[in-house]
C-alpha cells in the first residue's frame, strides 16, 4: 500500500490553489439523473470520490467524458438500471445520495447501506421517512433499501436534526415531484446551497436557498445544465491549520472567504492573521498561538470536518483548550494516533481536551478516516523528524495533489511504494470544448 512520509520542521510559504469541493460534487453529481439531457461541471476536484461516484454513475448507464482534467460532461440519457452497485456504494457514504433522484428517475432505486468512514451513527432514516411522506415504499431487503414509488407528491418534512445528505436527497427527490414540498430544519452549509442552485440551473424551482426553510416546487422535467463547483472550504482550512501550525505565510488562492468565517474567527482567536483578499486569503503563523476553545456545528457554525486538523493545531497552543463534537459522536479517531507523535491530548465524552505546546516528533501512524488523515498531515508537519503515513487511500478520497501543493509550500512530503501520487482522469477519454 502507498505510504506518505513527512519531514516536518519547514514552514510552510508561498500560494497554494485551493480545488472544487469534495461535499458539493458528489451530490451534484448524483442530480445529473434527473435529466436525460447533458450536463457540464467545472472545477471537479480529481479525487477518489469523484472516481468511485463517476464508476457508480457507469455501471447505471450513465456517459461520462472528461473534457479536461477539472471538466466532466455527464450525460444520463442512458440510465439502464436502478441498482447502486453494492461493491462500490459500500466504499462511500455519498453513494446514498443516488436514492432520490432514481427514484424521482426511473420510480425505483436499490441502493445498499452506505459506507464511508466511521465517524458515528450517521443514520439514514430521516432520508427515508421523507421520501415515505413523499409516497414513496422503502423496505430493507437483504442489506439494500429498496425504494419504489409510482409517483412521488410533494410533502411537508420536519428533519430532527439538519442532516447535509437527508436536505440534499430529499430537494432533488422534490424537484420533479407532483406539487410543492417543503423541508423544515434543512441544512445551510455552502454545498447544501451550490446543489440548490445547480437544480436551479436545470429549471427546478426553489425557494428559501441558504435558509432552514426549503420550498420545492415540482416541475415536470428538468434540463442539461453547465455548473461550476464552488470552491472547497473544508481543504481551504486544513492548509490554513497547516500554515498556521508551522509559522508559515502562505495565500490561499480560489476560495470563497464567505464560507470560511467561522474558521477564520477561530484562526484570529488564536492569534493568528487572516485578510480577506476577494477569493483569495492570506494566512500568517504566530509563534505563540493562542489555545481557543470551539465547539463544531451545523452551518454557518464551525464545521465539523475541520475539527480534526484543528485539534492538530491546537497542540501547539500555549496552554489548554476543549475542542467539542457537536455533530457526530465518533470523530475523534485521529487523537490515538496524534498521541504516538507525542501529543498531550485526551478524549472525555464527546470532547477533546489538548494541551500544548507539544514538541510532536515523528512516528508510524495509520490514517483512520479523510479528515483524521488531514489532522495527521498538519501534525507531521511541525513535528521533528519523519511520519509515516499508511493507509493514505482516506487522503486520496479527500484532497487532490496534496503532495505537489505541500510541496509547493515548501514542505519535504514524499510518496512511496510505487502507486499513483494523486488521482486523475482517465486521459484516453478527454475531448476538446
Not at 430532527?160 to 417543503?182: Q, R, S, Y
Request: hydrophobic residues 45%; charged residues 25%; proline residues 4%.
Amino acid at each position: 500500500m502507498a505510504q506518505l512520509l513527512i519531514e516536518g520542521g519547514s514552514r510552510l510559504v508561498g500560494r497554494v490553489p485551493i480545488s472544487g469541493s469534495k461535499n458539493a460534487v458528489l451530490p451534484i453529481l448524483a442530480a445529473c439523473l434527473l435529466t436525460d439531457e447533458e450536463c457540464r461541471l467545472k472545477n471537479v476536484p480529481r479525487i477518489e470520490d469523484v472516481s468511485t461516484m463517476t464508476r457508480l454513475l457507469e455501471a447505471m448507464g450513465v456517459q461520462i467524458r472528461w473534457l479536461d482534467p477539472q471538466q466532466l460532461q455527464v450525460n444520463a440519457q442512458r440510465l439502464l438500471r436502478s441498482e447502486v452497485l453494492a461493491a462500490m456504494a459500500n466504499r462511500m457514504r455519498a453513494s446514498f445520495l443516488l436514492m432520490g433522484p432514481l427514484l424521482a428517475r426511473r420510480g425505483e432505486a436499490r441502493v445498499a447501506k452506505p459506507g464511508g468512514d466511521d465517524i458515528g451513527m450517521r443514520r439514514v432514516e430521516q432520508h427515508l421517512r421523507g421520501l415515505r411522506l413523499m409516497g414513496a415504499r422503502v423496505e430493507l431487503e437483504d442489506g439494500e433499501y429498496v425504494a419504489r414509488a409510482d409517483r412521488l407528491r410533494g410533502a411537508t418534512i420536519h428533519l430532527d436534526m439538519p442532516t447535509v445528505t437527508g436536505t440534499e436527497n430529499l430537494m432533488m427527490a422534490a424537484a420533479t415531484a407532483d406539487g410543492i414540498t417543503t423541508i423544515h430544519n434543512a441544512a445551510r452549509e455552502p454545498h447544501v446551497v451550490d446543489l440548490a442552485m445547480f437544480l436551479g440551473k436545470m429549471g427546478a424551482r426553489i425557494h428559501g436557498i441558504g435558509s432552514d426553510i426549503l420550498q420545492i416546487e415540482g416541475v415536470p422535467e428538468l434540463s442539461g445544465a453547465t455548473h461550476r463547483v464552488i470552491p472547497d472550504n473544508i481543504e481551504a482550512g486544513t492548509y490554513a491549520f497547516a500554515i498556521a501550525a508551522t509559522g508559515g505565510e502562505a495565500v490561499l488562492e480560489d476560495v470563497e472567504t464567505a464560507d470560511l468565517r467561522a474558521m477564520m474567527l477561530k484562526l484570529g482567536e488564536a492569534g493568528v492573521e487572516v485578510e480577506d483578499q476577494t477569493h483569495s486569503l492570506w494566512v500568517k503563523g504566530n509563534s505563540r498561538l493562542q489555545p481557543v476553545d470551539v465547539t463544531t456545528w451545523p452551518h454557518p457554525g464551525f464545521p465539523t470536518d475541520l475539527q480534526a486538523p484543528f485539534v492538530s493545531l491546537m497542540t501547539q497552543a500555549q496552554g489548554r483548550c476543549v475542542v467539542s463534537e457537536a455533530v457526530f459522536e465518533n470523530r475523534f479517531q485521529h487523537v490515538p494516533e496524534l498521541r504516538k507523535l507525542g501529543a498531550d491530548i485526551y478524549v472525555e465524552g464527546r470532547s477533546a481536551i489538548v494541551s500544548g505546546p507539544s514538541a510532536l516528533h515523528g512516528a508510524a501512524v495509520t490514517v483512520p478516516d479523510i479528515r483524521s488523515g488531514a489532522a495527521l498531515v498538519v501534525a507531521a508537519l511541525c513535528a521533528e523528524g519523519t511520519t509515516a503515513l499508511d493507509n493514505i487511500y482516506h487522503l486520496d478520497r479527500g484532497y487532490q495533489e496534496l503532495v505537489g501543493k505541500l510541496e509547493g509550500l515548501g514542505a519535504h512530503v514524499t510518496r512511496v511504494d510505487g502507486e499513483a501520487g494523486d488521482v486523475r482522469p482517465d486521459l484516453s477519454r478527454v475531448v476538446g470544448d
